[in-house]
């Protein structure tokens, strides 16, 4: 089976020399839709009649804009099978409440007659930019553009290229921030700053859930930063004069459609987006680079999807455009961090974490630690008998057997799985309990095992 990508790069090498929307027959649509569902993994529940309209509705807008005269293409890429709504509302997490803030923009970066800049630079060359990773279905987008900020500086600083945790920010910034449901860098700056620091990605690994923040490893301070500051807001100039000195954390407006399928990564046709957007920041990405593509002005913008979103991961956006703003608000509330001086002594591995207490089902029996409590029985008001689904506020489906994790809420009792809302894709299997037991036997259990 021919891969996907190499038939679409098919397709649009035909409508090169061609304006013509290619018509499809139902059966190559299915077939597409059939190959898209397998190189992403999917299973075969998601062959439904709902993402197969919606998949083929987004393949006849990515048909109709490769037909016309752009300077990027379009793709089925990961979010192919989901209305606009459903994108947006999963996987951008930008929040700009800053009643709580006072901004701190500075003249360190404002861009002066007469200052001598490269014409072009990519981080990503010097060693200051980390693979792209994968925020999932989170809204953590926020974190990651944080992140990455501070693993630029620190390599430009140290010459160490550490890779960091956005779980930290997830499971621990909370007094602005809100994890999945979305943050702001310039808070995430100011925790690390408050923290003394930050701890790595392999001490404390992302899962792309909300979580308990865990002590030992907010206390692996293995970088810092001193401070931060805000890009003076509304010139591309002067942004341009800080992404030449390290990278930049920005936001952008990345709700639109376009954006949404926009995957310049076919070999020969990478390209710069100068699709329709406004300013409705949405969206925390990173400004890594910028240069100029045949003509165009760009800026090179790590995002958090993957590397089967747009050029790997990447997106080269137009730059220097009429208005004030950026293009998709990018010069709206840019932000960066400062680092002076060394990182603290590196702390070695954390400790285990805390053992947490058993879950109290009732006055006898109990589930392990960061479980769900669910009935199997009961009897009117009553529980007779207890499961336990191993995990924290799951949700009890009503077969009495299942379960589902918490970020994926709604029990599919015919299908067997878990989904985020009704008639979203985005589905896991859902998970068996097992029996509750008496009091303590978890821990004795635990307690045996340690001493063995």
Not at 126 to 151: H, M, N
Not at 284 to 303: P, S
Not at 427 to 441: C, I, N
Request: with cysteine; aromatic share 10%.
């Amino acid at each position: 089976m021919a891969p996907l990508r190499l038939l679409l790069l098919l397709a649009l090498l035909s409508l090169s020399s061609s304006s013509t929307i290619p018509s499809r027959s139902e059966s190559e649509i299915r077939g597409l839709y059939e190959r898209w569902l397998a190189e992403h993994g999917k299973s075969s529940n998601s062959l439904d009649d709902q993402r197969y309209e919606i998949f083929k509705d987004n393949l006849r807008f990515i048909d109709e804009h490769n037909a016309g005269n752009h300077s990027f293409v379009l793709g089925l890429n990961r979010f192919a099978d989901l209305t606009n709504d459903e994108y947006r509302s999963t996987y951008l997490g930008l929040r700009r409440s800053r009643s709580n803030r006072i901004p701190k923009v500075s003249d360190r970066y404002r861009f002066n007659a007469g200052d001598e800049l490269p014409d072009s630079i990519d981080w990503r060359e010097l060693g200051a930019v980390a693979p792209v990773k994968d925020q999932g279905s989170c809204g953590s987008c926020w974190a990651f553009s944080t992140i990455a900020a501070v693993e630029g500086i620190n390599k430009i600083v140290t010459g160490d290229m550490i890779v960091l945790s956005e779980q930290e920010l997830v499971d621990c910034d909370t007094t602005y921030n809100m994890g999945c449901s979305g943050g702001l860098m310039d808070y995430a700056f100011e925790f690390i700053i408050n923290n003394g620091g930050i701890d790595t990605e392999d001490d404390y690994p992302y899962n792309g859930l909300d979580g308990y923040c865990d002590p030992n490893r907010r206390n692996a301070k293995v970088v810092s930063i001193d401070s931060y500051e805000d890009v003076p807001v509304n010139s591309e100039s002067a942004l341009k004069k800080a992404c030449a000195s390290q990278p930049v954390s920005v936001a952008i407006e990345g709700g639109g459609r376009l954006f949404q399928l926009y995957q310049s990564s076919i070999v020969c046709f990478q390209g710069v987006f100068t699709g329709t957007c406004g300013t409705d920041l949405d969206h925390g990405v990173t400004a890594v680079g910028y240069g100029t593509e045949k003509g165009k002005d760009y800026w090179l913008v790590r995002n958090s999807w993957g590397k089967n979103w747009g050029e790997d991961g990447y997106v080269k956006m137009e730059r220097n455009i009429k208005s004030p703003f950026g293009k998709c608000g990018i010069a709206i509330e840019p932000s960066y961090p400062i680092k002076e001086g060394p990182n603290p002594p590196n702390p070695g591995p954390s400790p285990p974490s805390p053992v947490k207490p058993e879950s109290v089902c009732d006055n006898y029996y109990s589930c392990p630690a960061s479980s769900t409590c669910c009935c199997v029985y009961d009897f009117g008001k009553l529980c007779i008998a207890w499961g336990c689904c191993p995990l924290e506020g799951a949700t009890c489906c009503e077969d009495h057997y299942s379960c589902c994790p918490a970020d994926y809420p709604i029990c599919n009792l015919k299908a067997g799985t878990c989904v985020m809302s009704k008639g979203n894709p985005l589905g896991v299997k859902a998970l068996a309990r097992t029996p509750a037991k008496p009091h303590r036997s978890y821990s004795e259990a635990e307690g045996k095992r340690a001493s063995e």
